[in-house]
């Protein structure tokens, strides 16, 4: 549930304080989505349950076409979930058991638990205290020869410094899969995120900036074999004659979630654009109030699926922005190392100061593209 910003003991219970005509404002709002793009959206649905099929039809094929089309990848294979897309990419590029896959700490844990899915270890790097991604520099000092991918992060709809990545990653012979789980649209040096390394893993998840009514997710490639492979290991390993030529597991888009994406994704650049304009507005009116606000990497499009303030007194201002009506996130108030179900499975070579500085100062002020942006600057004046 990490995109619903969940609100942590904190400010448990600040509900109640709210009078009653007073309009709570969410962190993500995916059923506002939905009304935004309603008719069209039940229109897509009836025609998927008339007519059929519901598993890997032809809302699916289309959408997958669309998806490549719109990323500038040759291929996008559809499946469950963002964790699933991590997961299959790695098998299809034969990452496993013994080898290392370098990432970061601060981010979803789910880019972590896909590594340690595959049996292979995650060795934890530092974040640029800038932008929140991946710090280059910090890549070289923790290769060894077990290490196989770097997976860079665009973390909050920002794109990673790929350059760097990609500079290291040819010249150590590495694989990059960019987790794009939080920026689609988002631009590197008028680059789509996803086509830059080997393969680009989405997630659909309800509150993403492309999200589905449920589980969904993909991988954008431009190589036609990797594309194949994870066609094929999204189905139990089938051939074309269902015969199973390696065995896996079953992850597949279903043609609900691919007829809605389909709606969805031609609003995309719009609703990014939204996003950016709620940004814009919180940039300008928040600048005075002794915040950490986010940078934007030159030569970058960011497209804010999170839009994350630094505070000092952070329990103090999550719980007065409570009282008047803002469900502040925090994404995330656990470093991917310091989660139980991660001991003894991840790596960190060297201390991770940045992310333990800022995992206790970030806040996530309410984003999405039908947000009231206006009304929240103003009721934040008095916080
Ligand atoms: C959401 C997310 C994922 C996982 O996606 P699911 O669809 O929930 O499996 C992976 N990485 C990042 C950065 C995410 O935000």
Redesign the pocket.
């Known amino acids: 549930m990490?995109?619903f910003c969940a609100r942590s003991k904190d400010f448990d219970g600040s509900r109640s304080k709210i009078p009653n005509k007073m309009t709570r404002i969410l962190c993500g709002n995916p059923v506002a989505q939905f009304h935004s793009h309603r008719q069209e959206i039940l229109e897509s649905i009836k025609r998927v349950l008339d007519n059929g099929p519901y598993i890997l039809g032809p809302e699916v094929v289309a959408f997958e076409q669309k998806f490549a089309a719109y990323n500038d990848a040759k291929y996008c294979v559809g499946v469950g979930?963002?964790?699933?897309a991590?997961v299959l990419a790695m098998k299809a590029l034969d990452i496993g058991a013994e080898d290392e896959v370098i990432t970061v700490s601060h981010?979803?844990v789910?880019?972590v638990s896909a590594i340690v899915a595959i049996g292979a270890t995650p060795v934890l790097v530092d974040i640029e205290e800038k932008y929140y991604t991946l710090d280059p520099n910090l890549i070289k000092p923790v290769i060894t020869k077990k290490t196989k991918a770097i997976i860079p992060?665009h973390?909050y709809g920002q794109p990673c410094d790929m350059d760097a990545v990609m500079q290291i990653a040819s010249k150590y012979g590495l694989y990059v899969i960019e987790?794009c789980?939080?920026a689609h649209g988002a631009t590197y040096k008028s680059r789509k995120v996803g086509a830059m390394g080997d393969v680009g893993c989405f997630?659909?998840?309800p509150t993403?900036n492309l999200g589905a009514v449920g589980?969904g997710?993909a991988v954008i490639t431009n190589n036609y074999s990797v594309s194949e492979r994870i066609k094929r290991l999204r189905q139990y390993g089938w051939d074309k004659n269902r015969v199973s030529q390696e065995s896996s597991t079953v992850s597949r888009l279903d043609e609900l979630q691919a007829t809605i994406l389909r709606v969805k994704l031609e609003y995309l650049d719009d609703d990014n654009d939204k996003r950016r304009k709620a940004a814009s507005l919180y940039d300008n009116k928040l600048a005075n109030k002794g915040w950490s606000l986010p940078a934007v990497r030159p030569d970058s499009v960011h497209v804010y699926h999170l839009y994350v303030a630094r505070v000092n007194d952070r329990q103090q201002v999550v719980s007065d922005l409570a009282k008047v009506g803002i469900d502040a996130g925090i994404h995330y108030s656990c470093p991917a190392h310091m989660h139980a179900g991660m001991k003894g499975k991840v790596y960190a070579p060297a201390p991770l100061t940045v992310t333990e500085k800022i995992v206790k100062e970030i806040m996530s002020l309410p984003i999405y593209p039908e947000v009231d942006a206006i009304h929240v600057t103003e009721v934040l004046k008095d916080v």
Not at 81 to 84: I, V
């Open positions: 990490d995109n979930s963002g964790t699933d991590l981010t979803a789910a880019t992060v973390l987790d789980a939080q997630s659909f998840y993403k589980d997710g």
